[in-house]
């Protein structure tokens, strides 16, 4: 089977004081995503047999055009949500990158639990998919502790995925797991839509 793993579109900056920040896409953020859509349900992109999505709205609204596009649903999954979804505040990381906040290089304080409950719920997935494509719409965490189980890394931070960017995981009936590509962004220049606001 091949993994799809997609970052979110880029949010808006949500500061709250009433409970987790769960910010929705920007206006670039909701071409990012329309973008991503026109790429993958192309038919030279190959069949799609599933979507799933983290609960979190940056995630499921990234995931909703794809969806709609392919006539599939998207469907939720808590194992997909990011390490700090109970965050009062979602600063975008080209943000506190730009301040000089050391908070953009900030790791899960438990990134081998979070890791752990990832990887338990992407093995269900496989196991649930046999045989076909699955795309998973989360974030820059989750694609990154995924990413290092893949190559035996232990639980680490590798990489910035991009604002939609793909990356293709393949794995073998027998188990094995492969990367295929790493952080595919060509769906945003053929578009002609920016990465981050200019």
Not at 47 to 73: C, H, K, N
Not at 105 to 116: H, N, T, V, Y
Not at 185 to 194: E, F, I, M, S
């Amino acid at each position: 089977m091949e993994l799809l793993l997609v970052r979110h579109a880029r949010p808006l900056r949500v500061e709250s004081l009433d409970g987790p920040a769960d910010p929705p896409l920007s206006p670039l953020g909701a071409r990012q995503a329309a973008a991503l859509a026109a790429w993958l349900a192309d038919a030279a992109s190959g069949r799609i047999d599933a979507v799933y999505t983290s609960p979190l709205r940056r995630a499921a609204e990234t995931a909703a055009p794809l969806a709609e596009a392919l006539g599939l649903e998207a469907r939720p999954e808590a194992a997909l949500a990011e390490y700090d979804a109970e965050a009062l505040a979602y600063i975008p990381i080209e943000e506190l990158q730009a301040a000089g906040d050391p908070r953009w290089k900030e790791l899960p304080p438990d990134i081998e639990g979070f890791q752990a409950r990832v990887m338990a719920g992407v093995d269900r997935l496989c196991a649930a998919h046999a045989a076909q494509r699955v795309v998973l719409v989360c974030h820059g965490g989750v694609i990154n502790v995924i990413v290092s189980s893949v190559l035996g890394l232990g639980a680490s931070m590798l990489f910035l995925p991009g604002y939609t960017a793909v990356s293709r995981v393949l794995v073998a009936s027998s188990g094995p797991r492969s990367l295929a590509s790493l952080n595919e962004l060509a769906h945003l220049r053929v578009a002609g839509v920016p990465l981050v606001e200019l």
